[in-house]
């Protein structure tokens, strides 16, 4: 089955203690993305990856860091999490190239984090 | 950039009501177009999309048609169900990667 795998699905830590979520997809995806979604602003990208070894910000990355090794893992590394980190976070795939353009996104079923 | 501007929720409505969920895009080019759905507890999963002008995208007994003299992409289902309310994004793709998202929409359908 097609699909996006994060873990944990849900993880409550303490402030400044590093973590990392996982996010790995068997679609053979070029491009994937981490977002998080907080009440009243929607989805918000921390940061994005266009193949491997290529990353790139979003619009929220300060505080987080990823990776991408190979095509089908990016995790997500919270090094020293703090409390305004609380949040959903999800994680997402896309084809990518000319041959499959504008085509949907693909969304792992979200890790709830809490940081106390 | 891409952008998307959707209306503000909750919207709530009874069973069987009609829904309407309001939908603009700024976008270079000619972008494909998206409605994706979160049910409680879940991740997003696209809802419909249209590629071109003047296509309608459908599924699940809901609708939008793509207006491009009107950058509008608005969702909507004639009769709503209990079982329908979630969160509704609407979002623009101006090329290859991965659409910009609207804040969403939270729909709340009472029995």
């Known amino acids: 089955e097609a699909q996006v795998t994060q873990n944990p699905r849900y993880l409550i830590t303490v402030t400044g203690k590093k973590l990392t979520v996982t996010c790995s997809q068997n679609m053979n995806h070029e491009y994937m993305s981490w977002y998080r979604q907080d009440p009243g602003l929607g989805l918000r990208q921390i940061y994005y990856?266009?193949?491997?070894?290529?990353?790139d910000k979003g619009d929220v990355p300060e505080g987080y860091k990823v990776s991408r090794k190979e095509k089908r893992n990016f995790p997500l590394i919270l090094e020293s999490p703090s409390p305004n980190q609380t949040s959903l976070y999800f994680c997402a795939s896309s084809p990518r190239g000319a041959s499959v353009p504008n085509t949907e996104a693909f969304f792992g079923q979200g890790t709830r984090l809490t940081v106390v | 950039g891409d952008s998307v501007t959707q209306m503000e929720g909750p919207v709530t409505l009874s069973e069987e009501a009609f829904l309407t969920i309001n939908c603009t895009y700024t976008a270079t080019g000619y972008p494909s177009l998206f409605w994706y759905v979160q049910y409680p507890g879940e991740g997003l999963q696209l809802l419909l999309k249209?590629?071109?002008?003047?296509d309608k995208g459908s599924n699940k007994g809901f609708e939008a048609t793509y207006r491009k003299e009107t950058t509008s992409f608005h969702l909507e289902k004639g009769s709503v169900q209990v079982s329908d309310s979630a969160v509704y994004f609407c979002a623009v793709s101006g090329g290859s990667y991965i659409p910009t998202f609207g804040r969403g929409t939270s729909l709340i359908v009472h029995p």
């Open positions: 990856s266009m193949n491997v070894e290529v990353t």
């Open positions: 249209a590629t071109k002008a003047d």
